[in-house]
Every structure is written in structure tokens, then in C-alpha cells.
């Protein structure tokens, strides 16, 4: 299949979606999921899946541009776009759009409480509305875990916060199956089954 490439793609389209994204966003993020632009085709742009953002193979150094792009981005099935009033360009995503990279652990009487800081500093508490699921590491056996941010939006959790998880884990019946996970907000969210070692 051809690959369009956007007009965007050159540097002075890449300022009118600044320029376009700077004058939707006002306060709180934008309302990308009721834009309902032209599409103008793919931008020479991609998430790393360690959460760094480039675009033409360079890394973007600006935080702040980068906090700008993830607030107009949005994700169509496998795809993803930064949307504006006014134009939708793909862009390319190799793993989770965001990394989850610091944890908060709050209690309120017998109810935990998990929040997450991103690596463009949203704060995300885990619950109904934000889950966490775990998926298997192809080629480890381990697990990748990922914490739903926003709009089908997905956080990778860095290895270093899995491993505190790990230490907050608990083990529930889920189904009739015993499964190990972590319980927050009212709310348990399974890893993995629990495995009984035979003493023979």
C-alpha cells in the first residue's frame, strides 16, 4: 500500500499544527475526539517505545512541544494521529504512545490507591476508568503492564515500576481461577494465574 506523505511533513507544516494545536488547546486538553478534520496524510514522525518522541529522525529536546503533540494525539483502531480543527496526519507509534515512569501509593482506610505520572507529566490514578493490563513479552516469557491514560491511550509502565507492582501484588480468585494482581480503587486487575509448585 502507498504511503501518503502530508504536506506536514515539511517544517512549515509542522509549525501550522503547532500553531493550529496551540490555539485549540486553551485549558484542559483539546476535544480531538469531536475534530473531525481532512486527513492530509502521514508526517515523518514516531514514538520510540521508550517514550521518546522524533521527528525526522531527530529527537524532539522541546518538553513543552512534546506535551503539545500528545495532547492532540489520537489513536483510530492500530493507528495514530495528531489532530487539529483543521488537518489529521498519522504518525508512527512503535509500542505505547506514553511511559509511565513515577508511583504514587496513597491509602484511604482499607482502600489503596495507585497513581501514575507520565512521561509528559499527566497524572493518571488507576481504577475503572484507567485500568492496568498486563500482555505476555514476546521472546522473555515476562510481562509488558500498561495503564490506560486516555481516548484508547495507552502508558507503558517502566520495568523499574513493574517490579514495585510486583511487590504490591496480591493474590484473588478470579472466575473460579486463582490469579495473582494488584487491587486499588475497588478494583483488581490480574497478572498472571498462580502457579502451585507440586511437593512430591
Known amino acids: 500500500m502507498t504511503r501518503t506523505?502530508?504536506?506536514a511533513g515539511q517544517t512549515g507544516g509542522l509549525e501550522g499544527i503547532v500553531g493550529a494545536a496551540k490555539?485549540?488547546?486553551?485549558?484542559?486538553?483539546p476535544p480531538v475526539d469531536r475534530w473531525n478534520p481532512p486527513y492530509c496524510g502521514e508526517i515523518d514522525m514516531r514514538i520510540a517505545a521508550d517514550g521518546t518522541w522524533f521527528y525526522q529522525k531527530t529527537p524532539i529536546g522541546r518538553p513543552a512541544l512534546v506535551k503539545l503533540f500528545a495532547s492532540i494525539l489520537k489513536r483510530e483502531g492500530d493507528h495514530y494521529f495528531l489532530v487539529t480543527p483543521v488537518e489529521k496526519c498519522g504518525i508512527a507509534v512503535d509500542d505505547a504512545p506514553f511511559m509511565a515512569v513515577e508511583l504514587k501509593i496513597e491509602r484511604a482506610g482499607a482502600t489503596r490507591r495507585l497513581s501514575f505520572?507520565?512521561?509528559?507529566?499527566?497524572?493518571?490514578?488507576?481504577?475503572?476508568a484507567h485500568p492496568l493490563r498486563f500482555e505476555p513479552e514476546v521472546g522473555t516469557g515476562g510481562?509488558?503492564?500498561?495503564?490506560?491514560?486516555?481516548?484508547?491511550?495507552?502508558?507503558?509502565?517502566?520495568?523499574?515500576l513493574?517490579?514495585?507492582?510486583?511487590?504490591?501484588?496480591?493474590?484473588?480468585p478470579v472466575a473460579g481461577v486463582a490469579?495473582?494482581?494488584?487491587?486499588?480503587?475497588?478494583?483488581?486487575?490480574p497478572m498472571?494465574?498462580?502457579?502451585?509448585?507440586?511437593?512430591?
Do not use: Q
Not at 162 to 172: A, H, I, T
Open 192 to 200: 498472571t494465574p498462580v502457579v502451585r509448585e507440586i511437593v512430591r
Open 23 to 29: 490555539t485549540a488547546s486553551g485549558k484542559g486538553l
Open 179 to 189: 490469579m495473582f494482581g494488584i487491587a486499588c480503587a475497588g478494583e483488581f486487575f
Open 117 to 128: 505520572r507520565t512521561n509528559v507529566d499527566d497524572w493518571v490514578e488507576c481504577g475503572h
Open 143 to 160: 510481562l509488558k503492564p500498561y495503564l490506560l491514560v486516555r481516548r484508547n491511550l495507552w502508558a507503558k509502565v517502566t520495568r523499574a
Open 162 to 172: 513493574f517490579y514495585d507492582l510486583v511487590d504490591l501484588g496480591e493474590e484473588r
Open 5 to 7: 506523505m502530508a504536506k
